[in-house]
């Protein structure tokens, strides 16, 4: 079983990008997926989540309105669309996938985890 974040790197405050995490070694399409985030010196904190079919999502309240995450359940594929980014966004990005369907604020109910991708946002 295998998480592949990408997508991370270096942008300026106001600017977007876009994470993928591609999921291989079983049926992600029947698993919530999530985004999680950590910054240097902090704990890892929740972002965004998504339910199995794609149909319900909640983010955190700090990227609410800025974040939007999507998947492509036949590619195996969960995406992190990131616009109006902040310094504070500054983080390495992991996603997870999750034990049952329904999306999770939870960590602890996310069994597997990908290595992470940096974004830096610059002020």
């Known amino acids: 079983v295998q998480l592949q974040a990408s997508g991370g790197g270096l942008v300026q405050a106001g600017g977007s990008l876009r994470l993928s995490c591609a999921a291989s070694g079983r049926t992600f399409s029947n698993y919530a997926m999530g985004w999680f985030r950590q910054a240097p010196g902090e704990e890892r904190e929740f972002v965004s989540s998504i339910n199995w079919g794609g149909s319900m999502t909640i983010y955190a309240d700090s990227v609410k309105g800025r974040f939007t995450i999507s998947r492509d359940r036949p590619k195996s594929m969960v995406y992190l669309q990131m616009n109006s980014l902040k310094p504070d966004d500054t983080a390495l990005y992991y996603c997870?996938?999750?034990?049952?369907?329904?999306?999770?604020?939870?960590?602890?109910?996310?069994?597997?985890w990908g290595q992470g991708t940096q974004v830096t946002v610059s002020s």
């Open positions: 997870a996938s999750a034990r049952g369907g329904g999306y999770t604020r939870d960590e602890t109910q996310y069994d597997y």
